[in-house]
C-alpha cells in the first residue's frame, strides 16, 4: 500500500467508526488461581528467604568488624 492510498483509506474513516469498536474478549486476563496451599508455602518461602539474608548479612558485618 502507497501513501496515497493509505491517506485516502484514512480519510474513509470518522471518529464515530472507532467509538462503535467493540473489546475482543480473549484479550481480557484471565484471574490467577492458586491454591491455598501454594500461597501460604510462598509466603512462608519469601519470609525464610528474607531471615536467612538478614542472618547472614549480620553474620558477614561481624566478621568484618573484627
Do not use: K
Not at 4 to 29: C, G, M
Not at 38 to 59: D, E, H, M, N
Amino acid at each position: 500500500m502507497s501513501a496515497p492510498d493509505y491517506a485516502a483509506e484514512v480519510d474513509n474513516y470518522a471518529d464515530d467508526d472507532l467509538d462503535e469498536a467493540d473489546i475482543v474478549e480473549w484479550y481480557e486476563a484471565r484471574p490467577i488461581n492458586v491454591s491455598t496451599a501454594v500461597a501460604t508455602g510462598s509466603i512462608v518461602a519469601a519470609f525464610a528467604l528474607g531471615v536467612l539474608t538478614a542472618v547472614g548479612a549480620l553474620t558477614l558485618i561481624g566478621y568484618l568488624d573484627d
